[in-house]
């Protein structure tokens, strides 16, 4: 019974119900994977056309990229596609020399202003967005939180460990991995830092935070940026869920967070598209 706060975290019991109020919006939050390198198969991209029929009023996109040639996904391909969101907003995050990762956002609603978080990053970062939702002014930040940069022979490392859990092999395994985890950890911090104070210093009753946090729901990074704020998944999930596909598909690292709107559905939806899966989250005013 002490521990059921942290177990909601991770495995929360909820009753769903299939009749959503009209006055609700569809939030989803993806990481993208450059559209899977920006490839066209048979002149299409699935991801694109998943985004195309979701039926979401706002997207959030983490690495997002377009390749301007006619045999890869295009920028007007994509404002093509989703010609329903006449508004957008796509922002370079990182103080990498060399590299494009991106963050973008396709509404359904106005987008009054778009700003980069300013926190150290080399290939990372987030963005805050103000968004006209009827009335009221919402402030929105997508974000994509520094990777653990677990490479594929990190993933040989970890599955050799447990085949053959020899003393010395499990020792040598884990001081690499709890490194590369305790190095990219110590960078998340000061970005969560970063954006609690944003999110605390907002003059804006309506938040909502999302994106890819690379990390846990016991995390630093998940406690700093969640206080306050309510979870889709706690308070709609029902069971365990994951939103990685790596790592045998056990880590749950992107989130819907919202503050003075109601969570009333949360789906987290199995496509394979990319090596995250889509969340999907309908929200209303809190009454």
């Known amino acids: 019974l002490f521990c059921y706060p942290q177990m909601r975290a991770y495995f929360p019991l909820n009753f769903h119900t299939s009749k959503l109020p009209e006055n609700s919006f569809k939030v989803l939050s993806y990481n993208i994977m450059g559209f899977d390198g920006a490839v066209k198969k048979d002149g299409e991209n699935p991801i694109l056309n998943y985004l195309k029929e979701s039926g979401a009023d706002i997207l959030c996109l983490q690495e997002y990229q377009t390749v301007e040639s006619p ?3 295009s920028q ?50 987030s963005v805050v967005y103000e968004l006209k939702i009827g009335e009221d002014t919402v402030m929105l ?55 609690a104070q944003e999110i605390s210093s907002s003059q804006h009753p309506y938040i909502i935070v999302c994106g890819d946090f690379n990390d846990t729901p016991m995390s630093y990074v998940y406690r700093t940026m969640a206080r306050g704020l309510r979870d889709a998944f706690r308070e709609c999930g029902s069971g365990y869920s994951h939103t990685f596909r790596g790592f045998y598909n056990t880590l749950r690292i992107d989130y819907v967070l919202s503050g003075g709107f109601e969570p009333l559905s949360y789906e987290v939806l199995p496509v394979d598209y990319s090596d995250h899966h889509p969340v999907v989250v309908r929200l209303r005013k809190s009454s």
Do not use: F, W
């Not at 106005?110 to 700003?115: D, G």
């Not at 990777?147 to 020792?171: H, W």
């Open 76 to 125: 007007k391909d994509v404002e093509k596609a989703l010609k329903e969101y006449p508004y957008h907003k796509i922002q370079i995050v990182g103080s990498g020399k060399g590299h494009t990762n991106r963050i973008a956002c396709y509404s359904k609603y106005p987008i009054l202003s778009a700003r980069k978080l300013d926190y150290a990053s080399e290939y990372n970062g």
């Open 71 to 73: 045999r890869h996904l």
């Open 141 to 195: 930040i997508n974000n994509h939180l520094e990777s653990n940069k677990l490479t594929k022979e990190d993933k040989v490392v970890y599955e050799s460990m447990l085949k053959d859990p020899e003393t010395e092999k499990v020792k040598s395994g884990a001081r690499l991995l709890i490194r590369k985890l305790a190095e990219a950890s110590a960078i998340r911090a000061p970005q969560a830092d970063s954006i």
